[in-house]
């Protein structure tokens, strides 16, 4: 499923290029999540209908430029496999998804009126990241460190990487909620949602041990 989701967000954003500018802006606006919109059909501002809310489920699947696929696919590719042979297949599609859903649902309801598209696997992948985290703390995560003027290599334990990445994402998110709500275009609550969200239902798809008895 690992493969099969890279291949899949690859192709999509391969459709995108094709698209021209004119035809790609129209893309992204009908299926990138844009809270504003979101918030207008709720307030009866916009046509009732499932096609307002499917963005909460395309939105994942679109990026803004080759070097926001190739690092999102990266971080999937690093951690999704180990979390996949954890869960299994099915149940480890199921819980991608719904840790985007629940990314993107943190990052709207933190910028219910803001006007740009979010987009991208980042809210899934936090979430697959979360999982990792509980499945493997102490897992060893190669790193380049910088050390005065050196660049080092360093092996430390997945808690302290991930956990450190999970810091940076909530002062961003912070600071974006401080600020305006929105930095850069860059959805910090969706990544807080997705990481918190696998974590909390990361137990609800693992796998229970057989206990095996013998009969008497």
Same mark, same amino acid.
């Given at each position: 499923?690992?493969?099969?989701?890279?291949?899949?967000?690859?192709?999509?954003?391969?459709?995108?290029?094709?698209?021209?500018?004119?035809?790609?802006?129209?893309?992204?606006?009908?299926?990138?999540?844009?809270?504003?919109h979101?918030?207008?059909?709720?307030?009866?501002g916009?046509?009732?209908?499932?096609?307002?809310?499917?963005?909460?489920?395309?939105?994942?699947?679109?990026?803004?430029?080759?070097?926001?696929?190739?690092?999102?696919?990266?971080?999937?590719?690093?951690?999704?496999?180990?979390?996949?042979?954890?869960?299994?297949?099915?149940?480890?599609?199921?819980?991608?998804? *719904?840790?985007? =859903?629940?990314?993107n649902?943190?990052?709207?309801? $933190? #910028?219910? /009126?803001?006007?740009?598209? %979010?987009? @991208?696997?980042?809210?899934?992948?936090?979430g697959?990241?979360?999982?990792?985290?509980?499945?493997?703390?102490?897992?060893?995560?190669?790193?380049?460190?910088?050390?005065?003027?050196?660049?080092?290599?360093?092996?430390?334990?997945? *808690?302290?990487? =991930?956990?450190?990445?999970?810091?940076?994402?909530? $002062? #961003?998110? /912070?600071?974006?909620?401080? %600020?305006? @709500?929105?930095?850069?275009?860059?959805?910090w609550?969706?990544?807080?949602?997705?990481?918190?969200?696998?974590?909390?239902?990361?137990?609800?798809?693992?796998?229970?041990?057989?206990?095996w008895?013998?009969?008497?």
């Amino acid at each position: 499923m690992t493969v099969l989701l890279i291949l899949v967000n690859t192709a999509v954003f391969i459709y995108e290029v094709s698209l021209g500018s004119g035809g790609l802006t129209r893309f992204v606006s009908q299926n990138a999540l844009v809270p504003g919109h979101v918030t207008a059909y709720f307030s009866g501002g916009a046509p009732a209908g499932p096609l307002n809310l499917l963005p909460f489920f395309t939105s994942m699947f679109l990026h803004g430029g080759w070097v926001h696929l190739i690092g999102n696919m990266w971080f999937l590719w690093i951690f999704g496999d180990n979390v996949e042979d954890r869960l299994g297949h099915v149940r480890y599609l199921v819980f991608y998804i *719904l840790c985007g =859903l629940i990314g993107n649902v943190a990052h709207y309801a $933190l #910028n219910p /009126a803001s006007a740009l598209p %979010a987009l @991208g696997a980042s809210g899934a992948i936090a979430g697959v990241l979360g999982a990792y985290v509980l499945s493997y703390p102490g897992a060893r995560i190669l790193v380049l460190l910088p050390i005065f003027f050196f660049i080092q290599f360093v092996e430390l334990p997945a *808690l302290v990487v =991930l956990g450190f990445w999970f810091v940076l994402q909530f $002062l #961003n998110g /912070a600071a974006s909620v401080v %600020a305006s @709500g929105e930095a850069g275009g860059v959805a910090w609550w969706a990544h807080i949602g997705g990481f918190l969200g696998g974590m909390l239902i990361f137990n609800l798809f693992r796998p229970r041990p057989r206990v095996w008895y013998e009969r008497r």
